[in-house]
Every structure is written in C-alpha cells, then in structure tokens.
C-alpha cells in the first residue's frame, strides 16, 4: 500500500512500545520505534514518519520539551502518553500543540482509535471549518445553528469542553473530572446520562446532525467537520 502512514513511537518501555507496534501493524500502519528524545527529533526533523507518540516520561528529555522543539518546525500530529495527571492538566491546559493524549495504562486499541481520530481531523481541517456552535461565556449561552439551547450547568460545560477541542476523544472519567466540582464514582452513567440529554436537546434544533460522537469502550467527542 503506497499510502501506508508510519507512526513514530517514542517509548522508553520495551512492554509499551511493543503492544503498540502490533496494534498499529494490525490497523495497516508502519511504525519506527525509539527509546530517547534526542532520536525521536531527528526522525522527524528527516520527514522519516506521519505521527508522533511521544511519552512524557523519556530518559533524556522531557516529552513536553520533546513537543516544543517539534512544533518549532513541524505540525506533524503528536499523541502524547501520560503516566501522571498532572501532565494531563499541562497538555490540556496550556497550548503545547499536542494533538490528543491517552493516559497510562491504556489499550493500545485506544491508542490507534485515536491515531485515526486525528488523520480524520488534521486531513479535513482545510475544509470548512465553520462550526455550527456559537459560546457566550459570559452569558453561559451556546447558539446552535442559529437557536438558543436551554443548557443545564453540566451539559453547558460538556459542550463547551468538546466544543474547545472538536475531534479530541474525552474519556468519561477525564469529562467528570474536568467539568464535576464533586466528581463521584458512578461518572459513568451520571456521564452518560448527561451527553443523552445533551444530544437530545440538539436533536430538536438539527434532528440530520448527530455532532457527538461515541468511541465504545473510550468516550465522546465532538465532531470536528460539522
Ligand atoms: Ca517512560
């Protein structure tokens, strides 16, 4: 297949990089695995790969100075690895050009999930781009096609945390963390519950588009080319 996409594992975990080298083999991608930042750079600085995941936590360098030298010259797509939390609230909290992140431990069937979920994004973004959804923060109020939703605090906040990063897969768990004050231990039904509403109230504005999307096993996400 001449179109065969490689993606770039940078990994220190022999046990890591492995089961993601067979995943990636079974969804017809290529793969190049290094251990060290420093050989991660200069794949990419000679155009050798497609994509880039990039573990925080490298032996020589840290995967977030990894990402800021990258995105010094390229915008080829990075998916970050997590192990810690911490690192989560950095890449999503400052704008460090990762393209999506999975937290540790993960399956590597998420992992290629979400590689898809980003060629999907990155190879429709020249395409229109005008999103739909309207946010007033300050009013706490979202136009949807044109109509004011009646949003309740949580299913506001929802949209708004899709709407930021249309594509990005949020896991149930990072959505009850991120928009909860009081996260519980039954997120995923208090989670799910929520999105049902949600897409019910943008069913009746638009019933022919379905913006969120649903990743069995994973989370939602919003669509990126609505
Ligand atoms: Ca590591």
Not at 51 to 78: A, C, H, N, T, Y
Not at 100 to 126: G, L
Request: proline share 4%; charged share 30%.
């Amino acid at each position: 297949m001449n179109t065969e996409k490689t993606i770039l594992i940078a990994e220190d975990e022999s046990g890591i990089a492995d089961s993601l080298i067979y995943a990636l083999k079974t969804e017809g991608f290529a793969s190049t695995w290094v251990q060290t930042g420093k050989d991660a750079l200069s794949i990419v600085a000679d155009k050798k790969c497609d994509f880039v995941i990039l573990d925080i936590g490298l032996p020589d360098m840290s995967g977030f100075d990894v990402l800021k030298k990258i995105r010094q010259s390229s915008k080829i797509p990075v998916l970050c690895l997590t192990a810690r939390s911490d690192e989560i609230d950095r890449i999503l909290g400052l704008e460090l050009g990762a393209d999506d992140y999975v937290s540790k431990p993960f399956s590597p069937r998420e992992v290629t999930a979400r590689i898809k979920a980003v060629f999907r994004r990155t190879e429709s973004s020249d395409k229109n781009t005008d999103s739909p959804f309207q946010i007033d923060m300050n009013k706490r109020q979202i136009t949807y096609f044109g109509k004011k939703l009646s949003l309740s605090r949580y299913e506001f906040d929802i949209l708004v945390l899709f709407a930021n990063r249309p594509g990005w897969i949020f896991e149930r768990q990072k959505i009850m963390d991120l928009v909860w004050l009081e996260p519980d231990d039954s997120f995923d039904r208090t989670v799910d519950a929520h999105i049902k509403m949600l897409r019910a109230k943008l069913k009746a504005v638009n019933p022919d588009v379905d913006p969120i999307e649903t990743h069995r096993g994973i989370g939602y996400s919003l669509k990126d080319n609505l």
